[in-house]
């Protein structure tokens, strides 16, 4: 594994407006899409709002699922993070999908605790068999990441592998953010 955990970032749109307002449903949902991704549930907790609205989070060996959502907009905001390699948190991702009825959905895939600028326990002085306070140093390696970022409202896909950020600023619009890539483009 390149990367302690993966952290998905999803958007539901044109969702059953009633699913995203039964408390019930959306915390069955979410712990059986944690089920199906392989995860082992140890908690989980929801809240409704008034007049409209549920927040849930389920707690996970492997991390945690959470979702708010906004029946109102027919919209669902989810955060599916897992550790390790035994939890595909794209399995989880569909299995909500199904559940709230999504008409369309983005999602952004984030690779988190790159392995490659983690200190190895020899090398950090921590055995990761025994607890220690010691507190690891900073790596001293630049972040190379992999942005990918899906949008089935435009049928499209990105997937980069960035080297560094070049310039970020405001236009009338948007943020606009140019990055140099491992290839040597930018994008």
Not at 119 to 126: F, I, R
Request: aromatic letters at 8%; proline letters at 5%.
């Amino acid at each position: 594994m390149e990367a302690l955990g993966k952290h998905i970032l999803v958007e539901y749109y044109n969702c059953e407006k009633d699913k995203l307002d039964d408390v019930t449903l959306i915390e069955e949902s979410m712990v059986k899409a944690a089920r199906e991704a392989g995860a082992t549930v140890i908690n989980s907790t929801s809240h409704h709002f008034s007049p409209w609205g549920v927040s849930c989070v389920v707690v996970i060996q492997e991390s945690h699922l959470s979702i708010h959502t906004w029946p109102e907009y027919k919209f669902a905001s989810v955060d599916l993070y897992t550790c390790g390699d035994t939890v595909d948190p794209w399995v989880g991702f569909k299995c909500l999908s199904r559940a709230l009825g999504a008409g369309s959905f983005s999602a952004v895939e984030l690779k988190r605790g790159l392995r490659q600028l983690l200190p190895q326990p020899n090398e950090s002085g921590l055995d990761p068999n025994t607890k220690n306070d010691e507190t690891p140093p900073t790596p001293k390696v630049k972040r190379n990441t992999w942005f990918q970022e899906l949008d089935q409202g435009i049928g499209a896909g990105v997937s980069v592998k960035t080297v560094k950020r070049l310039f970020k600023g405001l236009s009338d619009f948007q943020t606009v953010e140019i990055y140099e890539t491992e290839s040597g483009a930018t994008c």
